[in-house]
C-alpha cells in the first residue's frame, strides 16, 4: 500500500530526525511504500482553533491539492490528523471543496489508527524494556475516536512495562494557541499532568499527539524530572535484539 506522509508542523521543525524517520521505517516495515509531498504545509489547525476560518480555509485547500491523489495519508499526530477531518465542516459551504475534503477525510489516518485498523497489525516485532505510561491526547480522543490502537501496539512490545497513566483523559494544557493565551492555566494543567506521569514511576511517557510531547517534555525538562518522552513510533521502532532504532 502507497502511503502519503503528513509530518505536520511540529514533527518538522522539530522532531523529523527523531519520529519523522521512526514512522516511515515503522511503515516500510508493515509493508507500505511511503511517499511525501514536499508541497505540504500547515494543515490549518492554529488559525481554525483561534477562529480565523477565511485563513484556515485557505490552509485547507492548498492541503486537499497536495493530498487528494494519495492512497492514503497517514500522520504521526492525532490532533493535525483531526484538523483534517474538520475539513468537510470547514467547507461545507462550498460544495465541490467540500466534496474533495470528505474524499480526503476518510483516507486520513493518525500512525497508530493506520497500522492497526487499517493494516491490521497489532505487534510490530519491537523490543522495549522499559517502563512506560502512555498519554492520551485530546483531539485524537474526541475528533478522531482513537483510542485503543496505541495500547494495543504498546502491551505487545516485547520487554515493555506498561502503566496506565491517572487521569489519562485530561488535557495537558498545550491546545495549541491556548498555551500562549492562557498561560498560567496551561501551566496548572500540565503540572497536574506531570504529577500524575511521576506517579506511575514510568521511565518513559510515551504519546501519539507531538504538540502534547513537546509541552509535557519541556515541563518535566524545567522541574528537572528525570522522564523520557518519546513519540509511540519511536518505541515501536525499537529494534528486538538491542532495543535500538531500525536505523542506528
Not at 37 to 44: D, I, L, N, S, V
Not at 115 to 136: C, M, Q, S, W
Amino acid at each position: 500500500m502507497k502511503v502519503s506522509l503528513f509530518i505536520t508542523c511540529i514533527g518538522d521543525v522539530v522532531y523529523s530526525s527523531r519520529v519523522g524517520r521512526s514512522v516511515v521505517e515503522v511503515l516500510e516495515r508493515a509493508g507500505c511504500e511511503v511517499v511525501f509531498p514536499e508541497k505540504q504545509t500547515c494543515c490549518g489547525q492554529p488559525a481554525f482553533n483561534s477562529g480565523y476560518h477565511k485563513e484556515a480555509k485557505k490552509a485547507a485547500k492548498h492541503f486537499i491539492r497536495t493530498f487528494e491523489h494519495a492512497e492514503a495519508v497517514v500522520a504521526p499526530s492525532g490532533s493535525c490528523a483531526g484538523m483534517v477531518k474538520e475539513y468537510p465542516h470547514l467547507l461545507v459551504d462550498e460544495p465541490s471543496w467540500h466534496d474533495r475534503a470528505r474524499k480526503l477525510a476518510d483516507k486520513t489516518y493518525e500512525f497508530t489508527q493506520f497500522l492497526v485498523d487499517v493494516l491490521n497489525i497489532t505487534d510490530i516485532g519491537a523490543y522495549f524494556p522499559k517502563r512506560v505510561t502512555y498519554h492520551t491526547s485530546c483531539h485524537m480522543t474526541r475528533i478522531m475516536k482513537v483510542t485503543e490502537p496505541p495500547v494495543k501496539l504498546l502491551e505487545n512490545v516485547e520487554g515493555i512495562t506498561f502503566d496506565t497513566l491517572p487521569y489519562k483523559e485530561q488535557c495537558c494544557g498545550f491546545g495549541g494557541t491556548f498555551s500562549v493565551k492562557m498561560l498560567a492555566i496551561s501551566e496548572q494543567m500540565v503540572d497536574d499532568k506531570v504529577k500524575h506521569i511521576v506517579d506511575t514511576k514510568a521511565e518513559v511517557l510515551v504519546g501519539s499527539d507531538l504538540g502534547c510531547l513537546m509541552n509535557i517534555g519541556g515541563r518535566l525538562e524545567r522541574l528537572g524530572i528525570d522522564v523520557e518522552v518519546m513519540h509511540i513510533a519511536e518505541v515501536l521502532n525499537q529494534r528486538q535484539e538491542t532495543g535500538e532504532s531500525v536505523g542506528n
